[in-house]
T-cell receptor, first 114, second 112 residues
Framework: AQSVAQPEDQVNVAEGNPLTVKCTYS??????LFWYVQYPNRGLQFLLK??????LVKGSYGFEAEFNKSQTSFHLKKPSALVSDSALYFC????????????FGAGTRLFVKA | DGGITQSPKYLFRKEGQNVTLSCEQN?????MYWYRQDPGQGLRLIYY???????QKGDIAEGYSVSREKKESFPLTVTSAQKNPTAFYLC???????????FGQGTRLTVV
């Protein structure tokens, strides 16, 4: 069965500092990994994805994520956090043996302090 | 503009009533999904559909029903059997397995 774990309910960083939001996954077959962001009372917005190729994936708003197959992780990173990055972040996974079913993590709330 | 539209944005239901949430997409996507989000919690999959006239239960399908009569539409009915329906409901669609999901803006359902 597919699963996604986001071990931190909340991440607090100071503006200008680097941020990391953690994600680990479990799938059978090749993983397709995604990060989304959600602002209050809104739907989710796509940030970036890993399908194949370079393990470091760059996405919207300066975010990037690193795929680590041996650690089954896909952590979201940004070199310098902005207050406007404060939001709820979701990691998601699907696989080539899981049909169209996409599974989301529980979400991590990022709080960037000025 | 292509996108996915949910309506209404806010919905109030009396106990014992069935209500239907609308989800329409003009992205020509094959797959559509319904998720439930509770305060401070992640997304839980209710139902998903890979093709017209076919759908599968997700992790929390009890008390919900869906239909997929058209590729563009995937309405969700919250029945009176759902004992705790107050939540934020999100509809999404994907083109293929490895493409990102597009989400609607959500419907907030409240039992009064």
């Amino acid at each position: 069965a597919q699963s996604v774990a986001q071990p931190e309910d909340q991440v607090n960083v100071a503006e200008g500092n680097p941020l990391t939001v953690k994600c680990t996954y479990s799938v059978s077959g090749n993983p397709y990994l995604f990060w989304y962001v959600q602002y209050p009372n809104r739907g989710l917005q796509f940030l970036l994805k890993y399908i194949t190729g370079d393990n470091l994936v760059k996405g919207s708003y300066g975010f990037e994520a690193e795929f680590n197959k041996s650690q089954t992780s896909f952590h979201l990173k940004k070199p310098s956090a902005l207050v406007s990055d404060s939001a709820l972040y979701f990691c998601a996974v699907s696989s080539n043996t899981g049909g169209f079913k996409t599974i989301f993590g529980a979400g991590t709330r990022l709080f960037v302090k000025a | 503009d292509g996108g996915i539209t949910q309506s209404p944005k806010y919905l109030f239901r009396k106990e014992g009533q069935n209500v239907t949430l609308s989800c329409e997409q003009n992205l020509n996507h094959d797959a559509m999904y319904w998720y439930r989000q509770d305060p401070g919690q992640g997304l839980r999959l209710i139902y998903y559909s890979q093709i017209v006239n076919d759908f599968q239960k997700g992790d929390i399908a009890e008390g919900y029903s869906v239909s997929r009569e058209k590729k563009e539409s995937f309405p969700l009915t919250v029945t009176s059997a759902q004992k705790n329906p107050t939540a934020f409901y999100l509809c999404a669609s994907t083109d293929r397995l490895n493409t990102e999901a597009f989400f609607g803006q959500g419907t907030r359902l409240t039992v009064v």
